[in-house]
Nanobody, 116 residues
Framework: QMQLVESGGGLVQPGGSLTLSCAASGIIFRLYDINWYRQAPGKQRELVAGIASGGRTQYTEPVKGRFTISRDDDKNMAFLQMNNLKLEDTGVYYC??????????WGQGTQVTVST
């Protein structure tokens, strides 16, 4: 069964950095596209960054130049390096694996709080 577990969130001041990790099991990891989403309180979940099985990356405009998505297929892991964090980056961050009609369920996510 497919399982993705997020970790690495925490409390950070504006301008700080965090690295989120996504550990996957139950899939042939290298075949799946990996996406990071976030959800702020009272708002819809939004796509933040994605990395395809071939390595192609995409980012939502507000995080371009600050966030970097990566993957290590040998370790069945994906990462989201977040630099120069802003107040509006606060939210619960989730990773999701996708391949054709096969898509992972939402996990519990990891909380990122940017605050003075």
């Amino acid at each position: 069964q497919m399982q993705l577990v997020e970790s690495g969130g925490g409390l950070v001041q504006p301008g700080g950095s965090l690295t989120l990790s996504c550990a996957a099991s139950g899939i042939i990891f290298r075949l799946y596209d990996i996406n990071w989403y976030r959800q702020a309180p009272g708002k819809q979940r939004e796509l933040v960054a994605g990395i395809a099985s071939g390595g192609r990356t995409q980012y939502t405009e507000p995080v371009k130049g600050r966030f970097t998505i990566s993957r290590d297929d040998d370790k069945n892991m994906a990462f989201l390096q977040m630099n120069n964090l802003k107040l509006e980056d606060t939210g619960v961050y989730y990773c999701n694996a996708d391949r054709f009609a096969d898509r992972s369920r939402w996990g519990q996510g990891t909380q990122v709080t940017v605050s003075t």
